[in-house]
């Protein structure tokens, strides 16, 4: 290798681009055939694991890896320009390493942060070596993911980072531990850094000042750093004084649920469906306005609704699931905590509403797809106000008889509906009178 040729650079070349983000990253679905011949239990687990592994790179998802792939991109061409500066680099004595302001991904606790973290690790160039002149082989990785989860420490987190074998009885304090991360981890080209599972450092009296430290750590290793957030640790990180605030959180994208409009929650939709092709006797993407309401869009809380359907669905000794298997588990009692959390953010919808802390962003943000995700949660709420509404004025009998138009109307059992879904609309109550008007009509209909 020649002292003009980088690498270090050149092996990211054309991997910001959209469409091979695209590639690299998506995770298509595998479809689990005759699921039904498992027990009950291990069937639920491979459906469980199969919706979780599935990865769609939906427009926003594609979005925010370029820009991550970005910043690793531009620090790899700012830091190897070409072998004679990465071996200056590596036999410096006292090198300074500027602060990088870590980025931060936050969003409600199931919406994909953990998934666009992966999907990230499986764009990056694949580890290698890289042979320099003179001087043999270098070890050549893109990335590197910290899991904080049991650690306490600053002190521990940068011993998982520096040299393997290292005399650790060599190195005394934290910034000695620090100088030889910043060594290590540029030795072996590292260009992003990752922290997982710091939701764990917040379970001590000391959490919000452990946190800060722990970042403001990382900040100092030289490669950008990005690490995922719930809104509670957000919150607990807008405590923290001015000056902690404004080096920790200047970089901060809000990754919010798809649209349930949007092409993105339909292309979700049809992947989930390929998982279990024979047990749904409804299609995905007819009823996406109610997966949507039902899981406020959340991928995880459809996983689990999904999975829940199917389970009690097989304790039956029934191996197909409907529309009315899946409102039915909806409403159970295993899914009350999710149910909960749902009709709580549809609540947070309605202006001038505090609502939990963990289901509420701890960020003032104004972007198209905040706007998107607060009118689908209102939408939501007046439809679920609405149907409240005309059901508590009917009668008993005028209860079974629309039980009997369902009925009537719902795919029999082992066959599934067709594609040719005739929805009727009905324009959207605005006040209590309107509301008595559409509850009366409904009832004149029903004679």
Not at 98 to 110: N, Q, R
Not at 229 to 234: A, D, H, I, M, W
Not at 364 to 377: D, M, N, P, R, T
Request: aromatic share 8%; proline share 4%.
């Amino acid at each position: 290798m020649t002292s003009s040729v980088s690498p270090w650079v050149d092996r990211f070349h054309k991997l910001g681009d959209p469409e091979i983000i695209k590639v690299r990253s998506s995770l298509p679905a595998q479809p689990l055939i005759a699921l039904g011949s498992s027990p009950v239990e291990f069937a639920c687990d491979l459906f469980k694991a199969e919706l979780d592994r599935i990865f769609v790179p939906t427009t926003s998802a594609v979005k925010l890896l370029v820009v991550l792939m970005e910043r690793a991109a531009s620090y790899a061409s700012s830091h190897y320009q070409n072998e004679r500066n990465f071996l200056n680099r590596c036999y410096s004595r006292e090198v300074d390493v500027s602060e990088s302001a870590p980025f931060c991904l936050t969003g409600l606790a199931g919406v994909g942060k953990s998934q666009i973290r992966k999907a990230l690790f499986r764009i990056l160039p694949d580890d290698s070596k890289v042979k320099v002149t003179s001087h043999g082989e270098f070890p050549l990785s893109a990335g590197r993911l910290v899991v904080v989860k049991s650690r306490k420490s600053v002190l521990e987190v940068l011993r998982s980072l520096a040299r393997p074998g290292l005399n650790e009885k060599s190195l005394r304090g934290e910034s000695a531990w620090l100088k030889e991360c910043q060594q290590w981890l540029y030795q072996c080209g590292i260009c992003t850094v990752g922290l997982d599972e710091l939701q764990f450092l917040t379970q001590s009296e000391k959490a919000n000042t452990l946190v800060a430290q722990f970042l403001m750590a990382m900040s100092y290793l030289g490669p950008p750093v990005f690490f995922t957030c719930n809104y509670s640790l957000g919150h607990r990180l807008m405590r923290r004084h001015q000056e902690e605030r404004q080096r920790l959180l200047t970089r901060i994208h809000v990754l919010h649920p798809d649209d349930s409009d949007s092409e993105s929650w339909r292309l979700v939709l049809q992947e989930f469906q390929k998982v279990a092709p024979d047990v749904f006797l409804f299609h995905f993407v007819d009823e996406a306005r109610q997966l949507w309401n039902l899981t406020a869009g959340i991928k995880r809380c459809l996983a689990q609704l999904l999975v829940l359907a199917y389970r009690q669905a097989r304790r039956k000794s029934v191996y197909s699931v409907s529309i009315s298997d899946l409102l039915a588990a909806y409403h159970s009692i295993e899914f009350c905590i999710q149910r909960q959390d749902v009709e709580l953010l549809f609540t947070h919808g309605i202006k001038n509403v505090k609502g939990r802390p963990d289901l509420s962003c701890p960020f003032q943000i104004s972007s198209a797809e905040a706007e998107k995700y607060i009118h689908g949660l209102q939408t939501a709420r007046r439809e679920k106000v609405a149907n409240a509404v005309v059901r508590a004025v009917m009668t008993e009998k005028e209860r079974q008889s629309l039980h009997a138009l369902q009925a009537v109307v719902a795919p029999k059992n082992g066959s599934r509906a067709s594609k040719n879904i005739h929805k009727l609309k009905f324009a959207k109550p605005k006040n209590l009178d309107s509301l008595k008007l559409a509850a009366e009509e409904f009832k004149k209909g029903l004679q």
